[in-house]
């Protein structure tokens, strides 16, 4: 099995251009979540979905949008990048009951 | 959000050596899990706790759920170069768990 697969594993971003960083998962798990990890903190949630088309909001609040239309992808969108959205970006998902998650190999975005 | 605090924030040790690191909250968590992330890759989980005052081993790691809720601390003992790596403390509240800011591990051969 892959896993959880992410996409691209680096990007550089000018500001104000947007880009989907791609979240695949092979194990159908239901839950899945974006989170972002900044230098020295721990990760962040951006946004989680329990199942396909459902999605919510989780501590980070502005600039990312996401879908989940199957329960395989959970892509995150990010319209107009800012330099405060350059970061490492972790994609992870879990089976409900358990808790344990698997994380993607991260996305490393720049914006410059 | 809620903050999870992790101490030490870094360590230098000699291999051989048994570590220590803890990971303390202002909320009561009912699951506590530990993850380990190498350099460019995802945090890989290594143990998880699920129940108040559990002790439980994975190898050479051990791993405690503070009998306050509020707590959990993870030993390492007779640490190895392949140790090197963050360590993270994650709590379960809601649909989310909520990580701390981790431990740096340098192990010298």
């Known amino acids: 099995n892959a896993g959880v697969t992410q996409t691209p594993k680096f990007r550089i971003l000018k500001i104000g251009q947007s880009m989907t960083l791609q979240c695949t998962q092979d194990?159908?798990?239901?839950?899945m979540y974006w989170y972002r990890q900044d230098p020295g903190m721990g990760l962040k949630l951006i946004y989680y979905?329990?199942?396909?088309?459902?999605?919510d909001k989780g501590e980070v609040l502005n600039g990312y949008n996401v879908s989940r239309s199957t329960t395989e992808d959970f892509p995150l969108r990010l319209e107009l990048a800012a330099p405060s959205q350059t970061s490492v970006y972790f994609c992870?998902?879990?089976?409900?009951?358990?808790?344990?998650?698997?994380f993607g190999s991260g996305t490393r975005l720049t914006v410059v | 959000g809620q903050q999870l605090n992790q101490s030490p924030q870094s360590m230098f040790i000699q291999e051989g050596e048994d570590v220590s690191m803890n990971c303390t909250s202002s909320?009561?968590?009912?699951?506590w899990l530990w993850y380990k992330q190498d350099p460019g890759e995802g945090p890989v989980l290594l143990i998880a706790?699920?129940?108040?005052?559990e002790l439980t081993s994975n190898g050479r790691l051990t791993a405690q759920f503070g009998i306050t809720r509020k707590d959990s601390f993870l030993n390492i003992s007779a640490s190895i170069p392949s140790d090197v790596g963050i360590y993270f403390c994650a709590g379960h509240l809601g649909n989310q768990f909520y990580f701390g800011t981790g431990t740096s591990l340098t192990v010298i051969p």
């Open positions: 992870a998902s879990r089976l409900e009951g358990l808790y344990g998650y698997t």
């Open positions: 194990m159908n798990h239901n839950y």
């Open positions: 909320s009561i968590f009912n699951t």
């Open positions: 706790l699920y129940k108040a005052g």
């Open positions: 979905s329990v199942g396909a088309g459902i999605t």
